[in-house]
């Protein structure tokens, strides 16, 4: 029988799953028909598994992915222009490995910060980091940080992050500062990381939107050239969620 001694030696070295799972084949005799290597195969499959859990908790807390938004509860029923086949084929992650960009366009409230924050999660199960911008605030703090001199560390935080969501682009036109921001932040992630870009504006009228013929060019060169473009349509989802329920309450 272990010692209490190999299970404080567990905790000193960290291992707290294995430590758990031996007090549990201690305590449970079934354990006692496993050969050695059996019983040992298993602590170490707990203590992986519950690593991996712990990895996977801090990696979508330092996300901070606006909405919970997982692929598996993505609805395909509704008729928005969502094809299932394209969305479970972005959730395998393989256009991340491969530095490429997803735009989601559409108007509001058919879905495209859950689908972008789904393809967020499904990227951070596969081991990589991801990050939430909304774009009006990431253009905020990118002034602020100009300002108090910390813009140079910021946006090599950002370079460094393997998924950057960025929500909202263009919900206005850019001003010079801005649009020239939003180049060094693609231009940080060109070939090198991928990126979630959503807007309600139509592609075909970011150009004018960004501003400087120039600068727009340059920003629709990175995004549009290894781009997964998905295109959104239809009613907001909200709008028919409130529609129900009122409904709901009437009947009742």
Not at 114 to 127: M, P
Not at 132 to 137: E, K, N
Not at 152 to 157: C, E, R, Y
Request: net charge neutral; charged share 25%.
């Amino acid at each position: 029988m272990l010692s209490n001694t190999t299970i404080e030696g567990l905790h000193a070295l960290r291992l707290d799953a294995m430590a758990s799972g031996v007090i549990e084949q201690r305590e449970q005799p079934d354990y006692a028909t496993l050969g050695f290597e059996d019983r040992l195969g298993l602590l170490v499959d707990r203590e992986l598994l519950a690593r991996g859990n712990r990895r996977l908790t801090r990696m979508l807390k330092s996300a901070k992915l606006k909405v919970p938004a997982v692929i598996e509860d993505v609805d395909f029923r509704r008729p928005r222009g969502l094809d299932r086949k394209t969305v479970l084929h972005l959730a395998e992650s393989h256009w991340v490995n491969e530095h490429q960009v997803v735009l989601v366009v559409g108007p509001t409230g058919v879905g495209k910060t859950y689908l972008a924050c789904a393809l967020a999660h499904s990227a951070i199960r596969h081991g990589h980091t991801a990050l939430y911008l909304r774009a009006p605030r990431m253009f905020d703090e990118l002034a602020i940080a100009r300002a108090d001199g910390r813009l140079s560390g910021l946006m090599a935080s950002w370079a460094r992050i393997d998924v950057l969501v960025i929500d909202d682009l263009l919900i206005r036109p850019l001003n010079p500062d801005q649009a020239a921001d939003l180049l060094e932040v693609i231009e940080d992630r060109a070939q090198l990381h991928s990126t979630v870009v959503t807007s309600q504006l139509p592609v075909a009228h970011w150009h004018e939107a960004l501003g400087d013929a120039t600068i727009a060019d340059a920003v629709l060169d990175r995004l549009l050239e290894r781009a997964n473009r998905i295109e959104l349509v239809g009613e907001s989802l909200r709008r028919s969620e409130t529609t129900t329920t009122a409904r709901s309450r009437k009947a009742e």
